[in-house]
T-cell receptor
Framework: DGGITQSPKYLFRKEGQNVTLSCEQN?????MYWYRQDPGQGLRLIYY???????QKGDIAEGYSVSREKKESFPLTVTSAQKNPTAFYLC??????????????FGQGTRLTVV | AQTVTQSQPEMSVQEAETVTLSCTYD???????LFWYKQPPSRQMILVIR??????QNATENRFSVNFQKAAKSFSLKISDSQLGDAAMYFC????????????FGTGTRLTIIP
């Protein structure tokens, strides 16, 4: 079945460590996005990519990094520079690099906890 | 910068009744898209309904309909014949039609269905 797969579902990180969240899609979508969700807040954009080997910072990119080496993959690394990384992370994709006037498909999310 | 405001953190409705969720937004653009997303306890984001700003006709999807007031920058969601499966967080979202096409989300409304 087509869709977006995020892994792992739950992730624990020790302070000072980098961790990488996986996002894979088999929808042949050009655009991919990473959002962060905190309690009482909506989703906030971390990074997005419109095409392979290109990506742009969103509203809260500090402490995060991404890569887009393949069309189907858009991993997010949470670095030790991210002061408060505990959150729910959602990956999404949309069919083309134009407006999000087509449906954005979301993965099932990764819950990251700093221990 | 665009902002999306959902002023109702929580709402409840009797099963089979109708409920309306409010959303206002602020933008200087004239061409854009508005969305309602549903996030059930599984935390999977699901598109409920979409409205193109250039269309005067309100969008409808089965039991879900919107009241789009462009001049007032208001975009409410009406759920008719509420069902237990409608219980979820509902997020209003905005996306410009061109350029930097990122979704901006509101803080969400938690909808409870009373049997």
């Amino acid at each position: 079945d087509g869709g977006i797969t995020q892994s792992p579902k739950y992730l624990f990180r020790k302070e000072g460590q980098n961790v990488t969240l996986s996002c894979e899609q088999n929808l042949n979508h050009d655009a991919m996005y990473w959002y962060r969700q905190d309690p009482g807040q909506g989703l906030r954009l971390i990074y997005y990519s419109q095409i392979v080997n290109d990506f742009q910072k969103g509203d809260i990119a500090e402490g995060y990094s991404v890569s887009r080496e393949k069309k189907e993959s858009f991993p997010l690394t949470v670095t030790s520079a991210q002061k408060n990384p505990t959150a729910f992370y959602l990956c999404a994709s949309s069919i083309r690099t134009g407006a999000l006037n087509t449906e954005a498909f979301f993965g099932q999310g990764t819950r990251l906890t700093v221990v | 910068a665009q902002t999306v405001t959902q002023s109702q953190p929580e709402m409840s409705v009797q099963e089979a009744e109708t409920v309306t969720l409010s959303c206002t937004y602020d933008t200087s653009e004239s061409d854009y898209y508005l969305f309602w997303y549903k996030q059930p306890p599984s935390r999977q984001m699901i598109l409920v309904i979409r409205q193109e700003a250039y269309k005067q006709q309100n969008a409808t999807e089965n039991r879900f309909s919107v009241n789009f007031q462009k001049a007032a920058k208001s975009f409410s969601l009406k759920i008719s014949d509420s069902q237990l499966g409608d219980a979820a967080m509902y997020f209003c979202a905005y996306a410009p039609n061109f350029g930097n096409e990122k979704l901006t989300f509101g803080t969400g409304t938690r909808l409870t269905i009373i049997p």
